[in-house]
């Protein structure tokens, strides 16, 4: 059965960092593009960071640039986001997903994605 399974959500102070995790079973994680959603609280979800299984390949939404880093270790079949220099705005669920391809220069679009994680809870707060 194919699963996705994120952790490292929390409770952080702003300009603090977190680092999320979404280990994947059932299927090999570097087969697909995993990406990174998240939702606030009455809003929609949007795209956050997304990594393409072909060459490594990366593109993340403007709000973030600079801040958030998405990566993988195929040996442990996780993919990680690394959150630096977090702002009250950036609390959310925090959502993976698997899909066939990642835009270039874009975030990922949500559409893409059929493979969903359960999510976890990031709130920045002082």
């Known amino acids: 059965q194919l699963q996705l399974v994120e952790s490292g959500g929390g409770l952080v102070q702003p300009g603090g960092s977190l680092r999320l995790s979404c280990a994947a079973s059932g299927f090999t994680l570097n087969n697909y593009a995993i990406g990174w959603f998240r939702q606030a609280p009455g809003k929609e979800r949007e795209g956050v960071s997304c990594?393409?299984?072909?060459?490594?390949?990366?593109s993340n939404a403007d709000s973030v640039k600079g801040r958030f880093t998405i990566s993988r270790d195929n040996a442990k079949n996780t993919v990680y986001l690394q959150m630096n220099s977090l702002k009250p705005e950036d609390t959310a669920v925090y959502y993976c997903?698997?899909?066939?391809?990642?835009?270039?220069?874009?975030?990922?679009?949500?559409?893409?994605?059929?493979?969903w994680g359960q999510g976890t809870q990031v709130t920045v707060s002082s």
């Open positions: 990594i393409s299984s072909s060459d490594g390949s990366t």
């Open positions: 997903a698997a899909g066939p391809l990642c835009v270039t220069g874009t975030a990922p679009l949500l559409g893409d994605f059929g493979y």
